[in-house]
Structures are given as structure tokens and as C-alpha cells.
């Protein structure tokens, strides 16, 4: 089974032929605080994003309290801090996700998520989840992604750190499980990530290879990634938002402030738009503007009889005269008439004229 080249969330399209769907990645950047969701959430809808994504687990579901090896952070960001302490602050707790979807509703931006375990999915489907995201940690829980697959609505998956053959694993389980309507979002799992590390030409590989549609979740600082991947084919943008990120958090220093995330809407969509249709014709403005291409003209007065050198016949603009191409064929042909100079040359104002 393969994916369409598009489908819908919410009535929204997504894939070939749609602008990018934007999402505003929620994550942690709540800070605790619900009042502070909500104006995320808020500056999510004034920025133009079409959607609203929440991570939905409990530290307990996510990991275990435990101190042993591997179970504290050693590098980046997150150093010091076990899972467990961290998944605790940074969970938005369940308790809040009815009311988060209804303020999405209130505010008429797509609210979905992203669960990390089978009750994390029941809780979503009780609340009407419109899609679901698979987060690149996530990919290679085949058993988890056929379980949200079986709920048998659009699935997004990040595909951070994982290979060829995981990505291909992840696809055939989400199939597998029921689900055809995907997308790819090629991801590096680095917070921040720096934009040489992207390899953005991944982005169309990965929908022929895989059949699906395709997009980015970005972590790098700016837009240009992002616009770079519409280019190349991206019809899904996800990324973080918070209100500043003076105000800290675990995922602030690599998220997009409100008229980041703004421009960042507006850049991606300039280039959508820009991108348009293999086309040789003239754009419509250029058609007024095509008078003052070059075109052959007499330079020079030229008697009835005279001919035409390359002293009193010249390529010049305006463009009303005969085109520069034919400038080998009229030098050294008689004049017809007497030519004033300023005169655009055509062919009736020569002897035996024509091309």
C-alpha cells in the first residue's frame, strides 16, 4: 500500500498542491503553566501556523526514576538532569489536554499530538485527535506506531537519528497497522541543530524512496532552513514555539519567538507561492515591460537605395524593430525608402525583404 500525494487534518489539506502545513510545536514551552499554553497557543494562531502540537506522556510513562547508567543526561542541552526529572518538568499534564483542545477549537487552530505510549493514544482518541505525530525518539517503536496507525488518521513522523532501513520499518508498520495517509519529516535530532548538519536534499529522495508525503521539523535558530526545504518539496513545517526565550524552559533556546514563528509563516509561504508551475511564458507585468527589449534599429539616415551597415543600423532598445537575431540578414540589403534615423527596422522598408 502507498500513501496518497496528499490528504486532509481538519479539512485542511496537506501534501502536492497545498501550502505548507505549518505546526507550532507546543512541546514543553508551557513552562507549568496552562494560562501560558494558551498564549502560546494564541500566538500559534495570530502567527499563521495551522496547527498546535502537544507531546502527550507522564515522566512515568516515558522512562522510569532511576539514577543508574544511561538514565542521566551526560551531554547537551539537557546535561546533568535525569529523565525522569526532566520528562516531569517538561510533560503537559493530561489533565490539561481536554481543555488545550478546546481552546484550539475556541481559537480555530488544529490541536493534535504526539503519544508515546498506548494510553497516551486512548486519551487522544477520547478527545477527537485529528492526526497524530510519531517523534523521531518514537520511530523505532514499531509497536506504538502500529497501534496509532490503527486509529486510522493522518500520522506525521519525525525521522531524527533513524536509517534508511528504520525510516522504511516505520513506514511498513504505519501501513501495516492501517494508517496510508503520511508524512516524512526529515528531522535532525540535535537542540539546537546547525544547518549544515540538515543535508536538506534528503527531503525529495525521501518521498520518491518512501512514497509518502514529505516535510521538515526544524530545530536549527531562523527560517532559512525551512524556507530552503519548501523549495526542495517540504509541504509539512514543524516548530518550536514559546513566548520568549528569555523566559527558559528545557526546549527554549531552540525555539521560535511569536514574530519569529510570523515571518517564518510568511517566508515559507512567499516561497510556496513563489515556486508555481514549470513556465516559459511571460508573467503578465513582463508583458509591458517586453517594449524595451533590444531590437534593430536605422541610426543614422538612409537614402531610398542606401544600404545597411553596421554604422546606421544598431541593436538598441526600445524593442519595436526586428529582432537582434536578424541582424546578419538586413546588413548590407538596400533601402526601399528613405529611412530616418530613429526608424525601427522592419522588412517592408527593404528591398526583396523578408527573412
Not at 477520547?126 to 517523534?135: E, N, Q, R, V
Not at 523549495?231 to 527558559?248: N, S
Not at 519595436?320 to 522598408?349: C, E, M, Q
Amino acid at each position: 500500500m502507498s500513501s496518497p500525494s496528499s490528504f486532509l487534518i481538519a479539512g485542511r489539506m496537506v501534501g502536492n498542491g497545498a501550502a505548507p502545513y505549518m505546526v507550532a510545536e507546543l512541546s514543553a514551552n508551557h513552562n507549568g503553566d496552562i494560562a501560558r499554553a494558551f498564549a502560546v497557543m494564541e500566538a500559534a494562531k495570530d502567527a499563521g501556523a495551522d496547527a498546535v502540537k502537544l507531546q502527550t506522556y507522564t515522566a512515568d510513562t516515558i522512562t522510569i526514576d532511576h539514577d543508574g547508567p544511561g538514565f542521566r543526561i551526560a551531554s547537551g542541552t539537557w546535561r546533568g538532569r535525569t529523565l525522569h526529572e526532566l520528562y516531569r518538568e517538561a510533560q503537559t499534564p493530561w489533565d490539561w489536554h481536554a481543555a488545550l483542545f478546546e481552546k484550539g477549537r475556541a481559537l480555530g487552530i488544529t490541536v493534535f499530538s504526539s503519544p508515546f505510549d498506548s494510553t497516551a493514544v486512548d486519551l487522544l482518541e477520547s478527545l477527537g485527535a485529528p492526526a497524530y505525530k510519531i517523534a523521531s525518539f518514537e520511530l523505532i517503536d514499531l509497536p506504538l506506531i502500529e497501534r496509532v496507525a490503527a486509529a486510522g488518521k493522518p500520522i506525521i513522523m519525525s525521522t531524527g537519528m533513524a536509517s534508511r532501513t528504520e525510516i522504511g520499518e516505520a513506514v511498513e508498520a504505519a501501513r501495516r497497522g492501517g494508517s496510508g495517509e503520511l508524512a516524512l519529516l526529515h528531522c535532525v535530532s540535535a537542540y539546537p541543530a546547525a544547518a549544515e548538519d540538515y543535508n536538506l536534499r534528503t527531503i525529495p529522495d525521501m518521498a520518491v524512496r518512501f512514497d509518502t508525503v514529505v516535510g521538515l521539523s526544524d530545530h536549527t535558530i531562523g527560517d532559512t532552513v525551512a524556507v530552503a526545504a519548501v523549495a526542495l518539496g517540504a509541504a509539512v513545517i514543524e516548530k518550536h514555539l514559546t513566548l520568549r526565550r528569555a523566559d527558559g524552559g528545557p526546549d527554549a533556546a531552540f525555539s521560535a519567538e511569536p514574530e519569529e514563528f510570523t515571518r517564518l509563516c510568511r517566508a515559507v509561504r512567499t516561497t510556496w507561492n513563489a515556486l508555481g508551475e514549470p513556465d516559459y511564458h511571460r508573467a503578465p507585468p513582463e508583458e509591458e515591460n517586453a517594449i524595451f527589449r533590444r531590437s534593430l534599429y536605422v541610426v543614422e539616415d538612409v537614402p531610398a537605395g542606401g544600404i545597411l551597415t553596421v554604422k546606421n543600423v544598431r541593436s538598441i532598445r526600445p524593442g519595436f524593430g526586428l529582432a537582434p537575431k536578424h541582424l546578419d540578414a538586413v546588413l548590407g540589403r538596400r533601402a526601399k525608402v528613405f529611412i530616418a534615423r530613429g526608424t525601427a527596422l522592419s522588412w517592408d522598408l527593404l528591398i526583396d525583404g523578408g527573412a
